[in-house]
């Protein structure tokens, strides 16, 4: 007879392991539901996983992937930091959508004037915009005790109705036909965030993102913030003794993963984005919601999860293409990653015994 | 010697590589906004992808990627397309205007075709249909059928396409019903069948009694539907399963003409960058069947407004007509130039509130 019991200690061989079982499950399951759609499941998943890092065009879609991993990555980071600490910021899509109109509207303050201060104006405003927009729930949380969870999420919306209206008002372009939309920032060269050697990818949002992991991996293991962090989150009567005052915690957690959301914003809009349109942004402050769990909400498994996630992405997009798989067969194969983590997640809390429960 | 070896192993070449030329299949590919089960816009753009496909048979081989947001994205997408191979790319969104213009930029020997945008290129069509000429048809009947005198209609962005369909379908409503009035909600997407649904029910609530829709889905079908009491017409495509009540008629776009003869001109040889606007004359725009809930004497006006249109006879912006602030737009007779509506940025007079900006 098979029985749980609970671990005493999580385990750590297991915690490292879940992961890869659920991708690997996700990869058999995603190969049955393509089977069932009539396409051949080892080439869709080939198709997926290998094509875009070895495939034929490999040259062009290896750096599509930091560009559309960065993002993810950037802004997780900033999640993990206070999901560790039992901080819920649900809303980082808004803060990234606050931070790139920031930034924009400082580039478009300025056009055409040619400056170097410009760009580095731009990372600071765009930092700036997602972190007060962040600290609405983190203010309304610790006055009033509001949940972050709503008004965070609620924010959003709040910020996607921003969006449109500096797309269609303030921040339109004079020269658009009357069209909604900005300038396109690609064009002016003072406030243009591109690629740092042509061909790689690797644009300042790209760096950030890997210089955010690192300062969290620091940060986490040797300073006192991170053992706050953690302490907060796993004991947080325990955290109370510890001295850690939890009405800062949550003003600090907030407002890092409002700057870094917000900074992800800006840093997208300034370069692959380049317009303030109306449906700028494409779910990426959610989407690190699940970058950050299935990254063990660990710094370095962050930046592996931000890479799978941007290669089902690309690769998904492929297998539309040479498959003619519909988009949704691909979005529930994303949707079934985070499903299985968290399904053999008990793995690492619980084993499984066989037999009988021995006598007390 | 030496000479005769080269030229020997250039025949081979030749030999092995004009068969490879000849088996090379064209290929078109389709970017879409939305998946081509919403039963409207991209539904249609994909008829036309099959219309290509069952028309050339194994000569062309198409692929498309749905639900593409518009943006970075979009530009992605078609960079793989490109590079897989694609002759030939339509990119069906006004969104995908800057995107298909860079790509197109690095990919000289690609043809692009843009919907509903006006950035061209030697290698950078575009195309749009005349979809206000269906909103006359649309707005004759809506103005005589409303017993509420509100018809509720959904914008999805504020571009001059949006506002023609607008103002065409409010002009032709006050001229058979003076008393009729529109209530406009934005809904800033093209495809979200919960916010369209949504927009809907508030403008139900409102007390309008038809819904007109520039969006893409057929949720604001359901919701009237659901209301009862409440007409609508198919956008973009026939959505006749709503059929004959709430859905009374519907605007048809017809992309498989054009598609095919695109297509043609490819493979020909022949493509060249134009800026195609095509409505009834052509077909590109059609009005679906109208339902016998609509009385028979509404409908024979309705019908000779058609054949009006199509054969020229009848211009749907024909003056006068004034600008909402009551300044002249056209006057007596004058009909309108295809620049200004390109542009259309404001309301007719009559209409109320005013444009997002």
Redesign the interface.
């Known amino acids: 007879m098979l029985r749980l019991e609970r671990r005493p200690q999580p385990s750590k061989m297991w915690s490292y392991l879940t992961p890869l079982i659920a991708v690997a499950a996700t990869m058999i399951v995603g190969g049955l539901l393509f089977a069932a759609l009539g396409k051949p499941p080892v080439e869709a998943i080939k198709t997926i996983f290998w094509d875009p890092l070895f495939g034929p065009f490999a040259s062009y879609s290896r750096p599509q992937l930091l560009i559309k991993a960065g993002p993810l990555i950037l802004i997780a980071i900033g999640l993990a930091l206070g999901f560790k600490a039992g901080i819920w910021n649900i809303g980082a899509e808004g803060q990234y959508i606050v931070g790139a109109i920031c930034g924009a509207a400082v580039a478009l303050a300025f056009y055409p004037m040619d400056g170097f201060f410009i760009f580095p104006l731009m990372i600071l405003f765009g930092g700036l915009g997602g972190f007060l927009w962040a600290m609405i729930p983190a203010l309304l949380k610790t006055r009033f005790g509001t949940n972050e969870i709503l008004v965070s999420l609620m924010l959003v919306y709040v910020a996607e109705q921003l969006l449109a209206a500096m797309a269609l008002g303030p921040l339109k372009n004079p020269e658009g036909y009357g069209f909604p939309g900005s300038r396109n920032l690609q064009q002016y060269e003072a406030a243009y965030n591109a690629e740092i050697i042509a061909g790689t990818g690797m644009h300042w949002g790209v760096v950030a993102a890997l210089i955010s992991v690192i300062m969290a991996y620091i940060l986490l293991g040797r300073h006192v913030l991170g053992f706050h962090i953690r302490v907060t989150g796993e004991a947080p009567r325990a955290a109370g003794f510890a001295g850690v005052h939890t009405g800062r915690l949550v003003v600090i957690c907030l407002g890092l993963s409002g700057a870094l959301a917000g900074l992800a914003g800006m840093f997208e809009i300034s370069g692959p984005s380049g317009v303030v349109s109306i449906d700028f942004n494409v779910g990426y402050g959610f989407t690190a919601i699940i970058v950050a769990f299935l990254g063990r909400l660990h710094p370095l498994g962050i930046l592996l999860a931000g890479l799978l996630l941007a290669l089902t992405y690309i690769g998904g997009e492929m297998a539309q293409m040479t498959l003619n798989l519909p988009s949704a067969a691909i979005q529930v194969f994303q949707g079934m990653l985070l499903f299985f983590l968290l399904a053999v997640d008990f793995l690492t809390n619980y084993r499984v015994r066989i037999g009988q429960k021995e006598a007390v | 010697m030496k000479l005769t070896k080269l030229l020997t192993s250039a025949a081979v070449a030749l030999g092995l590589a004009v068969p490879a030329f000849a088996d090379e299949k064209t290929k078109v590919?389709f970017v879409y906004v939305g998946?081509?089960g919403d039963g409207g816009w991209t539904y249609e753009h994909n008829e036309g992808r099959l219309a290509v496909e069952e028309y050339f048979g194994d000569e062309v081989e198409t692929?498309?990627?749905?639900?593409?947001?518009?943006?970075?994205?979009a530009?992605?997408?078609m960079?793989?397309?490109a590079?897989?191979g694609a002759d030939l790319i339509f990119t069906t969104s006004f969104?995908y205007m800057?995107p298909t213009i860079n790509v197109a930029a690095k990919f000289p020997n690609v043809k692009f075709e843009h919907a509903t945008g006006?950035k061209r290129a030697d290698n950078v069509s575009t195309y749009s249909a005349r979809f206000y000429e269906g909103r006359a048809v649309q707005g004759t009947i809506a103005g005589r059928m409303t017993k509420s005198n509100i018809v509720g209609y959904i914008g999805s962005?504020?571009?001059?396409e949006v506002i023609r369909g607008i103002n065409s379908a409010y002009l032709h409503a006050r001229k058979v019903n003076p008393d009729v009035q529109f209530k406009i909600i934005w809904a800033?997407?093209w495809f979200d069948p919960a916010k369209e649904a949504d927009a809907a029910k508030v403008l139900i609530e409102q007390g309008a009694d038809v819904i007109l829709q520039h969006t893409d889905s057929t949720a604001p079908q359901a919701a009237a539907e659901a209301a009862g009491g409440v007409i609508t017409f198919g956008q973009a495509s026939d959505m006749a399963e709503f059929g004959p009540l709430p859905r009374v008629s519907s605007i048809i776009d017809n992309w498989a003409p054009y598609y095919i003869e695109r297509t043609q001109a490819v493979i020909d040889g022949t493509w060249t960058s134009v800026d195609t606007w095509d409505g009834m004359d052509t077909g590109m725009v059609k009005i679906g069947e109208i339902s016998d809930a609509v009385p028979a004497d509404v409908k024979a006006e309705a019908e000779a407004m058609i054949a009006a249109i199509a054969s020229g006879e009848y211009e749907p912006f024909t003056g006068p007509i004034n600008k909402q602030d009551g300044s002249v737009w056209l006057a007596d007779g004058e009909t309108a130039d295809d620049g200004t509506l390109a542009?259309m940025?404001f309301y007719v007079e009559g209409l109320e509130g005013t444009i997002?900006?």
């Open positions: 590919g998946p081509v692929v498309y990627v749905e639900s593409v947001p518009e943006g970075p994205d530009e992605r997408v960079t793989q397309m590079l897989e969104g800057d006006y962005y504020p571009i001059p800033f997407t542009g940025n997002p900006q």
